[in-house]
Nanobody
């Protein structure tokens, strides 16, 4: 079992920055792809950014590319999302998610991280980000 806990959300004015954190606990070891999703009121959950299990590929949604930066700290079992130049349309609950890839990392194929929420098995409780205009 993997538990994820997000933090760092809040209320900011447009143009400012926030950094979200997601700490993982529970299962020791494993090959995980990690992702950030968000869900605005009345809208479906959408992909924001993700890193593949090997850590070599990071992908972003078009709406955040160039403004958001995804990073990972394996020593702290944490991922981060630095959000710059925030816009009111970035307002949402932000979730981190994890997908476990079973097998020997020496032979696992290198793939891009999934962008669909149904491909992730583990989810945090979410953290609210509100951007005022």
């Amino acid at each position: 079992q993997v538990e994820l806990a997000e933090s760092g959300g809040g209320l900011v004015q447009a143009g400012n920055s926030l950094r979200l954190s997601c700490a993982a606990s529970g299962r020791a070891g494993g090959n995980f792809a990690m992702a950030w999703f968000r869900q605005a009121p009345g809208k479906e959950r959408e992909f924001v950014a993700a890193i593949n299990w090997s850590g070599g590929i990071i992908e972003y949604a078009d709406s955040v590319r160039g403004r958001f930066t995804f990073s990972r700290d394996d020593a702290k079992n944490s991922i981060y999302l630095k959000m710059n130049s925030l816009k009111p349309e970035d307002t949402a609950v932000y979730y981190c998610a994890a997908r476990l890839y079973m097998g020997d990392p020496l032979v696992l194929p290198i793939t891009t991280p999934p962008r669909n929420d149904y491909e992730y098995s583990y989810w945090g409780q979410g953290t609210q980000v509100t951007v005022s205009s």
